[in-house]
């Protein structure tokens, strides 16, 4: 017995998907009631045209990998990954920092924030440069990549 051509090229889940929408494609053009050049008027038009759309791509996941990435079509910046939307732009706050870059930015960018606490006395937190610009650590140093793991610990628990 000979194996399908599709076998090598495909794994079997694919090429099973591509058969069952080849055969939905085929049974709806065969139980489509207009014949080739004809409208539901009965007069002369254009042929119908099928076209076979492959259903396991998500949409917006342009290289069809499973998962949508940055600079895909269905990237949302304001909801995923980092939410930092357009190019990265480093504050004066955050260089010289070292390995702790991204947490760094990602501090720096929020807005200011406050809460109750349980007595009803307020806490209020300037925005997140004025914080880090507050600190009393060094930039690169591991007591500075602490505090600002801290700032972002504070901040996750009140939001």
Same mark, same amino acid.
């Given at each position: 017995?000979?194996?399908?051509?599709?076998? @090598?090229?495909?794994?079997? =889940?694919?090429?099973?998907?591509?058969? %069952?929408?080849?055969?939905? %494609?085929?049974?709806?053009? +065969?139980?489509?009631?207009?014949?080739?050049?004809?409208?539901?008027?009965?007069? &002369? /038009?254009? @042929?119908?045209? &099928?076209?076979? &759309? @492959?259903?396991?791509?998500?949409?917006?996941?342009?290289?069809?990998?499973?998962?949508?990435? $940055?600079?895909?079509? /269905?990237?949302?910046?304001?909801?995923?990954?980092?939410?930092?939307? /357009? !190019?990265?732009? %480093? =504050?004066? $706050?955050?260089?010289? &920092?070292? +390995?702790?870059?991204?947490?760094?930015?990602?501090?720096?960018?929020? =807005? =200011?924030?406050?809460?109750?606490?349980?007595?009803?006395?307020?806490?209020?937190?300037?925005?997140?440069?004025?914080?880090?610009?507050?600190?009393?650590?060094? !930039?690169?140093?591991? $007591?500075?990549?602490?505090?600002?793991?801290?700032?972002?610990?504070?901040?996750?628990?009140?939001?």
């Amino acid at each position: 017995m000979r194996s399908s051509r599709l076998r @090598p090229y495909l794994p079997r =889940p694919a090429a099973l998907l591509v058969a %069952v929408a080849a055969g939905t %494609v085929l049974a709806l053009a +065969s139980a489509s009631p207009l014949t080739e050049g004809t409208s539901p008027a009965g007069q &002369v /038009g254009h @042929p119908v045209e &099928v076209v076979a &759309v @492959p259903l396991s791509a998500e949409r917006g996941d342009d290289n069809r990998d499973g998962r949508i990435d $940055e600079d895909e079509s /269905g990237w949302d910046c304001r909801t995923m990954g980092n939410r930092i939307c /357009g !190019p990265r732009t %480093v =504050p004066a $706050e955050c260089r010289g &920092v070292g +390995s702790a870059m991204d947490l760094c930015v990602t501090v720096a960018s929020r =807005p =200011p924030y406050g809460w109750t606490n349980a007595d009803g006395s307020r806490t209020d937190n300037p925005d997140g440069r004025t914080l880090i610009s507050d600190l009393d650590e060094m !930039p690169g140093s591991p $007591e500075f990549e602490g505090a600002l793991a801290a700032l972002d610990a504070e901040w996750r628990q009140q939001h």
